[in-house]
């Protein structure tokens, strides 16, 4: 059995896949694992953020009850050239799910990462507005418009540092589980057969669909290699990304060695996906049991 059952928790940047940090989080209590200190990025860094705050319950149960009319509903659009989206609708609906808090103040350490795209440098955000932090590393580019705070422009950190393993602090006595929300497709799980338990399905309207066919450039992150046509500009600036994630992820798995690596296919879901939240907390359940089972048999 192993001992040491403290965890120095790494969440990557993935859009929508992120809510298989839920899971991932969910199992690591249910095994009896204290979580010592968090670093997020992007989606790590929402989901980090809120758990070290103490109100994942809360996000849970209002993330997993979001249909695809709900998530655009939250998209406060303005077809800018620094991203359609300007983010700050949803923050200000997950300000009545989870209090504001300082980041010095969480119950549990924590840190993320966002980008000053002038001076091209990484900030990491260890104290402050939570918030702030976190809107900041969510500010994905050509999608969600860029955090402005205290006079800084501030982007997704995942552009240079999307595994943020150099931002825990007890690596050497704690257990230290990372998650990639961007690895190949052999990570790739079927998703579960839907069990609507008698719940109300929403049906898309047809005028939605119309719209989701005119914007499928922005939200359709199908993997590229299935596509037989040159990019438009915006897809290949996103696939660069995607490439740039995998290489930075691989140099800093190389840098800092990990105990328990929670690898999720790049298939599994697409950026804005948020509505497949659920299915998305399962297989990060399912990927963490196996994990532990794997190092505890070995242990």
């Known amino acids: 059995m192993q001992s040491n059952k403290s965890v120095s928790l790494v969440l990557g940047s993935g859009g929508a896949r992120g809510m298989a940090h839920i899971g991932v989080i969910e199992v690591l209590e249910e095994r009896g694992y204290q979580i010592d200190e968090i670093s997020g990025c992007s989606a790590g860094a929402l989901v980090g953020g809120i758990y070290a705050a103490g109100q994942l319950p809360e996000f849970k149960e209002w993330i997993c009850n979001l249909g695809r009319v709900d998530v655009f509903g939250l998209m406060d659009f303005s077809f800018s050239s620094r991203g359609f989206i300007k983010g700050e609708k949803v923050f200000q609906v997950l300000k009545g799910i989870v209090e504001e808090r300082q980041i010095e103040e969480l119950a549990i350490p924590f840190s993320c990462n966002a980008v000053d795209y002038h001076h091209g440098r990484e900030r990491v955000f260890d104290r402050g507005s939570l918030f702030s932090a976190i809107r900041a590393s969510v500010s994905i580019p050509t999608l969600v418009q ?15 540092n999307p595994l ?10 704690n257990l230290v589980v990372a998650v990639n929300l961007n690895a190949l497709s052999q990570s790739y799980i079927a998703p579960p057969k839907k069990d609507h338990g008698g719940k109300r399905l929403i049906k898309t309207p047809a005028w939605l669909k119309e719209y989701q066919l005119k914007m499928r450039r922005y939200f359709d992150s199908q993997p590229p290699a299935t596509q037989t046509k040159g990019l438009g500009s915006l897809d290949l600036l996103n696939r660069s990304l995607e490439l740039l994630h995998d290489r930075v992820s691989n140099l800093m798995l190389e840098k800092y060695p990990v105990a328990i690596l929670i690898e999720i296919s790049k298939k599994q879901a697409s950026t804005m996906e948020f509505y497949r939240s659920a299915e998305l907390i399962e297989i990060g359940r399912i990927k963490m049991t196996e994990a532990l089972d794997q190092l505890e048999h070995e242990s």
């Open 146 to 160: 860029p955090a402005l705070i205290d006079g800084v422009e501030y982007i997704d950190g995942g552009v240079l």
């Open 164 to 173: 943020p393993l150099d931002l825990i602090k007890k690596s050497k006595k």
